[in-house]
């Protein structure tokens, strides 16, 4: 049945994400903190472990920025085909961008031009995706995140007859190389499949599953596990002083591809992966 | 922890030792990537730059803004390799220590040990936390760059990890 819905309402709900996701960090995350703290021996990173979960607790309670640096907002839109949205989508979701970041104190950290850079002091513009989807609801994920560890993502386009431990590698190779920039412990996104796009696509969503639950698919939640016991053996650690945890966890998603090739993109995410949404 | 105060002199830096927790009690300036292309750029013309590098210790962080009556926001370190290409001319204008996160480049390290300076790094992602440890913050240049203004930030037992000598 065809729904009217106010945009005004994908505002607000848009700020309220935004202003979560900056200040209370995801419990899923906080508790995956909280254990590789007990996985660790050395006395260092079990102080940089006790100041990551001790920054979550001062974030929240005084409604600050886990991170200064609260991202550029991408914003997934997935809109029932039976809702009719009333004013103006795109701009109620950059309007609730904005306002979540002024009113949350949060970092503009967006500039106009790539290359002109000039800021443009409100955080805007968002990055926006739509789908279509059956239903006459709106489902709303945001993302805000860092700009230290999406530098050290990366995608590669594998050949189809290559082999899972040359993606496992690639991986790991990723990961070294990436060392202590990206803030571990890292919760890594990876995206298998479709095209050049669609794999990125797919990394940048990955993040979105819970810690600890591993994909449906066997085959996949196999390449999760083993990627995650390599990556931990490489001991960067938390905040890069050698321990026992560098990533939290690994999350692939999969699409369907072409006969000509294997797209493999991996997403590393900071120990503040902040994510979260909502459906109206 | 030992308590280290700013500013740094090549006495205390000779005191370090890699991998020391240290605290650090005193003033740093704060730059990051348009501060840093800022400075180099001016240095580069020949002219002046608005603050001075000798024994400074420059801290790689762009703040949140600070709410009504707080000191600043939220300030954790940003990716110091970024800055890597920048960082021998500003030892060379006496630059004296850096604090961030991550590795640093062959270059960096090779330039920190000439002029005897010290790279720490501190907990990236702590920015609410390390907030705790500002007492004081100034803008004293380029406040046209907003949050990647140069700051001038009084600390208290700010903590860091000697990682470069």
Same mark, same amino acid.
């Given at each position: ?280 | ?64 803004? /600070?709410?009504?009556?707080?000191? %600043? *926001?939220?300030? #954790?370190?940003?990716? &110091?390799?970024?800055?890597? !290409? ?30 005897? /300076?010290?790279?720490?790094?501190? %907990? *990236?992602?702590? #920015?609410?936390?390390? &907030?705790?440890?500002?007492? !004081? ?29």
């Amino acid at each position: 049945m065809t729904r009217i819905l106010d945009s005004k309402l994908i505002q607000d709900e848009v700020k309220d994400l935004f202003i979560k996701v900056n200040t209370c960090l995801r419990p899923d995350i906080l508790s995956g903190l909280k254990l590789a703290r007990k996985k660790e021996t050395s006395e260092k990173a079990k102080y940089c472990l006790d100041v990551i979960i001790k920054n979550a607790s001062i974030a929240k309670k005084k409604m600050l920025a886990i991170c200064q640096d609260t991202g550029m907002a991408v914003v997934y839109l997935r809109v029932g085909q039976s809702l009719v949205v009333k004013g103006d989508l795109k701009k109620s979701v950059a309007k609730g961008v904005a306002l979540a970041y002024k009113k949350g104190y949060f970092r503009s950290s967006v500039v106009n031009d790539p290359l002109i850079r000039k800021n443009t002091n409100t955080n805007l513009p968002p990055i926006i995706y739509t789908d279509i989807v059956p239903g006459n609801k709106i489902n709303i994920k945001v993302v805000a995140k860092g700009f230290g560890c999406e530098n050290v993502s990366k995608i590669r386009m594998f050949k189809p007859t290559d082999s899972v431990s040359n993606i496992e590698e690639f991986i790991v190779d990723t990961v070294k190389e990436a060392g202590s920039r990206p803030c571990p412990p890292i919760y890594i996104g990876i995206g298998i499949g479709g095209t050049l796009d669609k794999a990125v696509s797919l990394s940048k969503e990955a993040i979105f599953r819970p810690l600890g639950k591993s994909s449906k698919y066997k085959h996949i939640a196999q390449l999760e596990k083993s990627v995650l016991k390599k990556v931990n053996s490489l001991k960067i650690g938390p905040v890069g002083v050698r321990g026992n945890t560098t990533a939290l966890g690994v999350s692939v998603s999969t699409y369907p591809t072409h006969i000509a090739g294997l797209p493999v993109a991996v997403n590393i995410s900071c120990h503040a992966t902040r994510t979260a949404e909502a459906t109206i | 922890m030992r308590k280290i105060f700013l500013p740094l002199t090549k006495d205390i830096i000779k005191t370090l030792k890699q991998g020391e927790q240290v605290l650090l009690n005193g003033s740093f300036l704060t730059a990051r990537d348009a501060a840093h292309k800022r400075l180099t750029d001016t240095l580069k013309s020949g002219k002046r730059i608005p603050v001075s590098l000798k024994g400074e210790t420059i801290y790689y962080t762009g703040p949140t803004p /600070a709410k009504t009556g707080e000191v %600043i *926001g939220s300030c #954790g370190p940003t990716t &110091s390799s970024r800055m890597d !290409s920048f960082t021998p001319l500003l030892l060379k204008y006496g630059l004296i220590g850096m604090v961030g996160k991550g590795e640093r480049s062959k270059e960096v390290n090779l330039a920190i040990k000439k002029y005897g /300076a010290a790279y720490f790094i501190t %907990i *990236g992602g702590a #920015g609410a936390y390390l &907030s705790e440890k500002v007492k !004081s913050a100034e803008v004293i240049a380029y406040k046209d760059l907003g949050p990647e203004a140069i700051y001038r930030l009084t600390v208290e037992d700010f903590p860091a990890i000697v990682n470069i000598l």
